[in-house]
């Protein structure tokens, strides 16, 4: 079966890429980075990897001082969302070249190779992959609508059932439809 993440990454036009560089000089997580560096030393792979490839600007000015349309981006889009975080660090990849390209580019890890890796990724301004991850996020949004739809379907056939049987089968229907609508809700799925 695939996975969410496969299924978008799959889908994912890399011919849409720019090759501007921007998403490899100007980066952040969504970890602080005393976290992410403890998260590594405990053995996650993902924050192994991406300190191995990342190395973290001396202050969010010395960031702004690169590309400053990014950072504030970044910042604008999570104080909007909620998300926002004073220890926030961004970081610029150390194989990146003056000409915008990798300098290990056919060695990259997967982490380089998913890049944009969810449909909430914050891009640069101007990203080629801006327009396509918007419409992403919109389909997921109408899936999300369409089971809140379910539900109340779901709702108005157990008041007319009577059978338990049939009423532990649509009590299961439901919670798989919420564990679904569940996994989007930091992204806002709960309003939507």
């Avoid at 993902?46 to 990014?70: N, Q, T």
């Avoid at 003056?98 to 969810?118: A, F, I, V």
């Avoid at 369409?146 to 009590?171: C, D, F, Q, Y």
């Amino acid at each position: 079966m695939v996975n969410d993440t496969e299924n978008f990454l799959s889908k994912r036009p890399q011919r849409l890429c720019h090759m501007c560089g921007r998403c490899c000089r100007v980066v952040t997580t969504s970890v602080p980075y005393n976290e992410l560096v403890k998260l590594a030393e405990s053995g996650d792979e993902g924050a192994k990897d991406f300190l191995s490839i990342f190395v973290p600007y001396e202050s969010v000015s010395a960031a702004r001082c690169v590309d400053s349309e990014v950072v504030d981006n970044i910042i604008n889009l999570q104080k909007q969302d909620g998300n926002y975080r004073e220890d926030i660090t961004f970081y610029y990849c150390k194989y990146l070249q003056d000409n915008n390209l990798c300098s290990r580019y056919e060695t990259r890890l997967t982490l380089c190779k998913h890049c944009p890796s969810s449909p909430w990724v914050i891009v640069p301004p101007g990203c080629g992959f801006e327009g396509w991850l918007f419409w992403q996020r919109e389909e997921i949004k109408q899936k999300i609508r369409r089971s809140k739809e379910e539900l109340l379907e779901l709702r108005l056939l157990k008041k007319r059932m009577s059978n338990p049987e049939t009423l532990e089968k649509i009590a299961k229907v439901e919670q798989k439809i919420n564990r679904n609508i569940n996994m989007y809700s930091k992204y806002g799925s709960l309003d939507w």
